[in-house]
């Protein structure tokens, strides 16, 4: 069965930093573009981060430069790690497949997300 | 930087048609993908590229782009399509979402 686990979220004071790791099965991390997408609570989706098949990656505005997006191919699992957390950043984290092949194409297949709270 | 507007709220009669849009700059040359989300559930993409439904949506959840405005239809709605809507497209490698329309079965 094809699935993605997301784990690593929790509470973080504001200035902290945090690793949030998508563990995916039934499929290869490394023959996809790979996704982060953000939900804070009672508002809408928010595309964070890419990584393409060919490694480059690609970030919203809102988290370019404290947040990197990268994979481990051994261990099947993409992560997300976040530094220079703000209030603002508190939100259910997805992780989202695109399809085999695909590139810039839709989310066929998510996580069901980690939650990350920034507070004090 | 691309934005893509949808209606905050659509209100349909059980087994009318729903009609819930998406607007964006000649959005008609990228391809549009819909996701639908119940509370407390990861979104569920139902159509995908303008027009394709994955397999296991129902064939009553259809698609079409043109111009300046794409669309999500869907006809025959039931009280379980009732959820919030999300368009979404790429724009130079960075991916952008609607504001999500909430579907309302009156």
């Known amino acids: 069965e094809v699935q993605l686990v997301e784990s690593g979220g929790g509470l973080i004071q504001p200035g902290g930093s945090l690793r949030l790791s998508c563990a995916a099965s039934?499929?290869?991390?490394?023959?996809?573009?790979m996704n982060w997408v953000r939900q804070a609570p009672g508002k809408g989706l928010e595309w964070v981060s890419v990584?393409?098949?060919?490694?480059?990656?690609y970030y919203s505005d809102s988290v370019r430069g404290r947040f990197t997006i990268s994979s481990d191919t051994s261990k099947n699992t993409v992560y997300l790690q976040m530094n220079s957390l703000r209030a603002e950043d508190t939100a259910v984290y997805y992780c989202?497949?695109?399809?085999?092949?695909?590139?810039?194409?839709?989310?066929?297949?998510w996580g069901q997300g980690t939650m990350v709270t920034v507070s004090s | 930087s691309y934005e893509v507007t949808q209606p905050l709220s659509v209100s349909v009669a059980l087994g009318q048609t729903a009609t819930i849009t998406c607007r964006g700059d000649?959005?008609?040359?990228?391809?549009v993908h819909w996701y639908q989300q119940k509370p407390g559930q990861a979104p569920v993409v139902v159509i995908y590229?303008?027009?394709s439904r994955p397999s296991g949506i129902p064939e009553r959840f259809s698609g079409s782009n043109s111009g300046n405005t794409a669309t999500l239809t869907i006809s025959r709605v039931q009280a379980g399509d009732e959820s919030d809507y999300y368009c979404?497209?790429?724009?130079?490698?960075?991916?952008?979402f609607g504001g999500g329309t909430k579907l309302t079965v009156l």
């Open positions: 590229r303008d027009t």
């Open positions: 000649k959005i008609e040359s990228k391809n």
């Open positions: 989202a497949r695109e399809p085999e092949l695909g590139h810039n194409d839709v989310f066929d297949i």
């Open positions: 990584i393409y098949t060919g490694g480059n990656r």
């Open positions: 039934g499929f290869t991390v490394n023959n996809n573009c």
């Open positions: 979404h497209v790429w724009d130079s490698s960075t991916a952008f």
